[in-house]
């Protein structure tokens, strides 16, 4: 199938690694070109070589950090002085730490709302008048199925990502008249580095093993297993292309069914 994704112009965020990283790799697979970014140099400059020599591409890699508002706008104008426009956005960023409320300061429900919320409120803000201007743009944000079902001891994650999905279906009404789409990725429990820093901090506070916290999750979900990067890497390029112009406002789970809800 294709995609009409050659050609198009995207933008991922935090993509060395895990889900941000697999979209990429999807991406180009599709034949689009990539500006990546990520905090470290290292991880950011394989992931560029390997998407490289993988599909001929040459990503743009750009090491920032998306809590940073300056060093998002570093990003998108680089992007635009390479490619001279940004099609499609995908926004994406590091979980926020775990905890109960109680044991969450001030100054962390201030960091989380800078990395989690602002991050995608500024990167949005940078690509919308291009879009705008053709008549065409891809805006996708990897939130959580803890936007939908709430998960114990994310306090953080499960207020932020809510607002990120309130703030993108009210966003998807207003860019709807001009051919800009705005949905969101909802990702299970994932083989990411994400989910396993999650498995140790929840096996020291249970006094259990890390393969104990996965089996835990994994009679959670009605396919018994963990989600892999490529299988969420595979709704993202679908919404981002030609085929999906008419999903707007959506949040779509790629969970193995551990979301229980009707809607």
């Not at 960091?111 to 991050?119: N, R, V």
């Not at 085929?243 to 229980?260: L, M, Q």
């Amino acid at each position: 199938m294709d995609l009409g994704l050659k050609g198009k112009i995207a933008l991922v965020a935090a993509a060395s690694r895990g889900l941000g990283r697999a979209v990429a790799e999807e991406f180009a697979a599709e034949g689009a070109s990539l500006i990546l970014c990520a905090r470290g140099e290292p991880a950011l400059l394989e992931t560029c070589e390997a998407i490289a020599k993988a599909t001929g591409s040459e990503p743009l890699g750009i090491t920032a950090d998306v809590s940073v508002t300056a060093d998002i706008e570093r990003i998108v104008k680089a992007g635009l002085e390479k490619f001279g426009r940004i099609d499609i956005l995908v926004t994406n960023s590091g979980g926020p730490p775990a905890g109960s409320f109680e044991n969450l300061s001030r100054e962390a429900w201030q960091e989380a709302t800078t990395l989690t919320l602002t991050s995608v409120l500024d990167l949005t803000r940078l690509v919308i008048p291009g879009m705008k201007e053709r008549r065409w743009g891809r805006i996708l944000n990897v939130t959580s199925i803890a936007a939908k079902q709430p998960v114990d001891n994310l306090m953080l994650s499960n207020s932020l990502r809510a607002a990120v999905t309130g703030f993108a279906k009210t966003l998807s009404t207003e860019l709807a008249p001009l051919g800009i789409t705005v949905n969101n990725l909802m990702p299970g429990y994932t083989r990411t580095e994400r989910v396993e820093e999650l498995a140790e901090f929840l096996a020291e506070r249970d006094g259990a093993g890390p393969e104990e916290i996965r089996g835990r999750w994994e009679a959670e979900i009605p396919m018994r297993r963990l989600g892999e990067p490529r299988e969420l890497a595979a709704l993202a390029a679908f919404l981002a292309s030609e085929r999906a112009g008419y999903i707007t406002g959506s949040s779509i789970a790629v969970d193995g069914g551990w979301i229980r809800s009707l809607f």
